[in-house]
């Protein structure tokens, strides 16, 4: 049975990959720092399990990996997904909130697909980044998110060029505004309003979405698509610079 290791998984994007690896009759790892969340949806899924790592900490990484060989015998698919968000003004962005968000975002997807290579190896396999709208275009209170969010797509071509000898591809997906909880908590009327307006699909995306497309990339139905960054985002990147009201042809 193929088995991948989802990280993020006790939540939101993570969580529905890991249920949509499953139902299509995958093992998963489901890997997270929040032990207590993890504990409490991992036993919902069918062939799945909690892995407990913070994917920042190098030795908690390698005994991850290995928990995961020991008990299935093989890993299949990485997805690179455990992420945080630090939002605020460049002069209010200390040197210690850029190095939180680029140690779990940026260093944790470096280890983890480090110590999954042998493994993948074996049979060939997949590594899927989770990567953000922020990394493909520059916005405001971004600094850290989006440009460790960038640095992941281009980590993501270094793994493609190098590791496709090795029958592993490597392919990112940057999602563009997801209807999470999260999201929904924080986002005001009007955030959500302009959201709409920005997207040319003018809704949101749901978290099923975004793992439809991992599965997908991590399948060999994308057996040969390797390098690539999906924008899973309703046309938000598409549109660029340009203004909502210019879209609009006066009648």
């Not at 940026?106 to 190896?121: E, H, K, M, N, W």
């Not at 057996?223 to 660029?240: C, H, K, N, R």
Request: aromatic letters at 6%; glycine letters at 10%; proline letters at 4%.
């Amino acid at each position: 049975m193929k088995t991948a290791i989802v990280t993020g998984a006790a939540r939101g994007i993570g969580l529905a990959t890991a249920r949509l690896f499953a139902a299509e009759g995958w093992q998963v790892a489901l890997v997270d720092r929040d032990s207590e969340e993890l504990a409490r949806v991992a036993p919902g899924i069918a062939q799945g399990f909690a892995v407990d790592c913070d994917i920042s900490e190098p030795d908690q990484v390698e005994a991850m990996v290995a928990e995961v060989i020991a008990r299935t015998g093989r890993i299949d698919a990485l997805v690179n997904n455990a992420g945080i968000a630090d939002f605020g003004p460049i002069e209010q962005t200390d040197f210690a909130r850029w190095r939180a968000v680029m140690a779990t975002n940026l260093d944790g997807t470096f280890l983890v697909s480090q110590v999954c290579i042998p493994a993948l190896r074996k049979q060939g396999g997949a590594i899927v980044n989770i990567a953000s709208i922020s990394g493909l275009r520059g916005s405001t209170l971004r600094v850290a998110y989006g440009t460790s969010k960038a640095a992941v797509i281009q980590l993501t071509r270094q793994q493609a060029a190098e590791l496709g000898e090795y029958g592993i591809r490597a392919n990112c997906v940057a999602p563009g505004p997801v209807r999470t909880k999260l999201a929904m908590a924080v986002h005001s009327p009007e955030i959500i309003a302009a959201y709409h307006d920005a997207i040319p699909l003018n809704r949101y995306g749901s978290e099923e979405e975004l793992a439809e497309a991992i599965t997908f990339l991590a399948s060999e139905k994308a057996s040969y698509i390797t390098g690539q960054v999906l924008a899973v985002d309703g046309g938000f990147e598409s549109t660029g610079v340009g203004l909502p009201a210019l879209r609009k042809t006066p009648a």
